[in-house]
């Protein structure tokens, strides 16, 4: 058989592809092995880096939606951004939020391994998922043939890679025997900046599908700040990102996680970053997420990432030096940050080009953030669903 589409990968980006493709087609999505595997950020492995298995990182995803469009790096109208966003979220009355300086947290994420379920129920036969990981591509002029690491054989007209900022880069080398891995990939950190007391409470608007949070941008688009209640011990300065250093960033249930460390700060943060509850307090940290290029250097194995301490440290020291909040008391404890599992830009660019790929009209694309050099400072899942959208549908002309 010969698909009509080939997806590699199942995350976020994956899912966004698909839902581009015209439903008609017969298209086959490789979602990675049944017995699924990490790849982490340090030996602690408290922060994944990687997932191979259905719904990939989006499985760990909060689901965070940056409303304000600051850093629209797959250059979506407002059009589109709505249409993707209705699909998912219909109860939220977009246009008065949409391009302002909020946070949208939905009370059900997207996540990739329920929406593919759903989807092959809906397509039928034309959708494929198969667990199974992509060893390498074969690239015949108008027909390319996928090999999976058990040896299966895939054919089709066109291949989109979506296998993520750790797996894509080592894909296209196995795949072509060209060099395409930059050696370093970008990311955000997150750190936290001070306290502040004395401050109105954020403005939380709650609707049907999620929650909306205020969202402070500073002017030279590195860094974007949210300010969280202090209550309990997390009213000292400094004890909140003490503690999150410890315990990593919880994903997936994360206020049933907390409860189980019985931190009452942690479940106070947590409970308002889920859902806006108790914004009042006398005192507010201030955490910033911090866009730091070649934050890592990029290696192989379960432990592929070497952080560059200087850079990240560089970064979030400048991030608390443009924090737009008068009165703040700034942290002391200025070597603590949290991976922004936001990883990017680990493909050369020029690579790309000289090989053929993500060309117009080009039959192999990668469509995840490997391939995105800025994301600015904001959450890029879902911006990164909707460009893999956008690029799949163009191939249409739809």
């Keep these: 058989m010969i698909y009509d589409n080939i997806v590699i990968g199942s995350g976020i980006s994956a899912l966004g592809a698909v839902l581009g493709l015209n439903r008609q087609q017969r298209t086959l999505v ?95 036969s034309r959708l494929e998922i198969h667990a199974q990981t992509a060893d390498r591509f074969i690239w015949k002029d108008k027909r390319i043939e996928v090999i999976a690491t058990d040896g299966t054989c895939y054919r089709g007209r066109r291949v989109w890679i979506a296998a993520g900022s750790i797996h894509t880069p080592p894909l296209l080398e196995r795949s072509t025997g060209s060099k395409f891995s930059r050696g370093f990939v970008s990311d955000h950190a997150v750190s936290y900046v001070g306290m502040l007391y004395e401050q109105q409470p954020p403005k939380i608007a709650r609707n049907r599908d999620g929650v909306l949070f205020p969202a402070h941008y500073e002017s030279s688009g590195g860094s974007v700040y949210t300010l969280r209640p202090a209550r309990f011990a997390f009213g000292r300065l400094d004890f909140g990102i003490e503690q999150r250093a410890v315990f990593g960033m919880p994903t997936g249930s994360a206020v049933s996680k907390i409860m189980r460390r019985f931190s009452p700060g942690l479940i106070a943060e947590a409970l308002y970053n889920r859902a806006g509850m108790f914004p009042k307090a006398k005192a507010y940290s201030v955490y910033a997420q911090t ?25 979030t020291a400048e991030a608390r030096e443009r924090a737009p909040f008068p009165g703040l008391r700034v942290s002391r404890r200025r070597d603590l940050y949290i991976p922004g599992i936001h990883l990017h830009h680990s493909v050369d660019l020029a690579a790309l080009t000289a090989a053929g790929i993500n060309q117009e009209g080009s039959s192999v694309q990668v469509v995840d953030a490997s391939a995105v050099q800025d994301i600015g400072p904001d959450h890029h899942s879902f911006k990164l669903m909707l460009q893999a959208c956008m690029r799949t549908r163009a191939v249409d002309g739809r």
């Excluded at 730091?292 to 970064?315: F, N, Q, S």
């Design 30 to 124: 490789l979602s990675g092995p049944t017995e699924e595997s990490f790849c982490h950020y340090n030996l602690q492995r408290l922060v994944p880096c990687a997932y191979l298995g259905l719904g990939g990182l989006g499985n760990y995803w909060h689901g965070v939606i940056p409303m304000s469009q600051t850093s629209n790096f797959g250059s979506s109208s407002d059009a589109d951004f709505t249409a993707l966003f209705n699909k998912f979220y219909p109860r939220v009355a977009l246009p008065q939020h949409l391009r302002q300086p909020q946070f949208f947290v939905p009370w059900r994420p997207i996540r990739p391994a329920r929406e593919f379920k759903s989807l092959a129920q809906s397509y039928g």
């Design 291 to 315: 866009l730091v290029r070649d934050a890592y250097k990029l290696g192989t194995g379960t432990l592929p990432l070497e952080a560059r301490t200087t850079l990240i440290l560089r970064a």
